[in-house]
């Protein structure tokens, strides 16, 4: 194997590949990349065996070959070469880059011990923007459980229906949800349980104007735009249903300001319990009370003007799971709907939007 690259298309390719490596492995081919020049350019390839990542670079090939070689010493190394054409080449199974004065060899492992990565036909799939896919993605991966005693909940429901498309996330305690409209372009209705990690490597190489493919194959799922293609493990099973715990009869609504309510959260959170990290809001017309009380530390209160005409009514949250919640709405001031002090709560942009989208919050219970 035999190129020519710049430094900088070496570099993009790298990063873009070794973000899929493992940190620890036991199989020392996984922390390497896999090179493959084609006529045209080189694929780097990564995975940790769940996530594949591959990427097409622009290279002069002098000759044909694979090889796999340490991704990251090889990024390391990368990054601080000048600006000049490099030359990478093999010797056996070792790796060597001439770059100006400067000239590296790194022991590799032949290609041939490398994952063979998921195939993928992407002639029967969905088509979706990038915009739309890092929204939803963005909007709900923060609310999948990290708890391994139901490894259905560790990843994020993925519905594709005809004209649009939704992502679910919940941890049993909070839940969120958004829906976007979405061409189908008659592809059949399907829901995937996608693992997180994939769709951090989703929105961390495509960019919105991107036009991304999307197919299943087997229990693998596939995405590629242009010269760069992520592959993943499906999580298998069936997601709860998720619907059923979305109250549709929560009939007492306040429309708090968002960076107020933050504000305020996260001045309560400081005095609350490490345990609980619960905090009492006590809605009244015009007004919410924020109080907490932890015995062995002390006690705070706080309150805030809101547009809300109800009865009065306290509820007790977990103050990290509300934060959380608000820091990802994408509006100035939320609509908090709620019915009575052990129902859960639903928290959605407010005012006049098309912005279809939903976290759901559940109680703490209130020992007084």
């Known amino acids: ?117 998921a195939e993928v036909d992407f002639s029967e799939g969905w088509t979706v923007t990038g915009k739309d896919v890092n929204g939803l993605i963005h909007h709900t991966t923060f609310a999948v459980s990290t ?83 992520v592959y993943t493990r499906l999580i298998e099973g069936t997601y709860p249903n998720y619907d059923q715990v979305i109250p549709r009869d929560n009939d007492k609504v306040a429309t708090i300001d968002k960076k107020a309510l933050e504000s305020a959260v996260r001045r309560m959170a400081v005095v609350a319990s490490d345990q609980t990290h619960r905090i009492r809001l006590k809605f009244e017309p015009g007004r919410v009370h924020l109080n907490v009380l932890t015995p062995d530390l002390g006690e705070g209160h706080d309150e805030l003007e809101i547009g809300y005409e109800g009865e009065e009514l306290e509820i007790g949250f977990n103050a990290n799971y509300l934060l959380e919640v608000l820091r990802y709405m994408p509006t100035d001031e939320v609509d908090v709907a709620f019915k009575a002090p052990e129902r859960a709560v639903t928290i959605e942009p407010s005012g006049d939007n098309d912005i279809d989208y939903l976290c759901l919050v559940m109680p703490l219970r209130l020992l007084d």
């Open 1 to 117: 194997m035999n190129f020519t690259i710049t430094r900088q298309n070496l570099h993009n390719g790298l990063a873009a590949v070794s973000a899929s490596i493992p940190s620890k492995t036991t199989l020392p081919v996984l922390s390497n990349i896999l090179f493959e020049a084609k006529e045209d350019a080189v694929w780097m390839s990564g995975t940790d065996l769940d996530v594949a990542v591959r990427v097409k670079v622009p290279a002069d090939v002098k000759e044909l070959g694979r090889l796999t070689a340490p991704g990251k010493k090889l990024q390391e190394i990368t990054r601080e070469l000048p600006e000049q054409p490099v030359e990478v080449a093999t010797r056996g199974e070792q790796i060597e880059l001439k770059c100006g004065r400067s000239n590296f060899k790194l022991n590799g492992l032949p290609a041939d011990e490398f994952p063979s990565l």
């Open 147 to 229: 708890e391994e005693s139901r490894p259905i909940l560790n990843g994020v429901l993925w519905e594709l229906r005809e004209g649009s498309m939704r992502m679910v996330a919940t941890n049993g305690h909070r839940l969120a949800r958004m829906g976007v409209p979405a061409e189908s372009g008659g592809a059949p209705s399907a829901d995937f349980i996608v693992p997180p990690g994939a769709l951090q490597h989703v929105q961390r190489l495509f960019k919105d104007d991107d036009t991304i493919e999307v197919a299943r194959s087997g229990n693998h799922l596939g995405f590629r735009a242009d010269s760069t293609e």
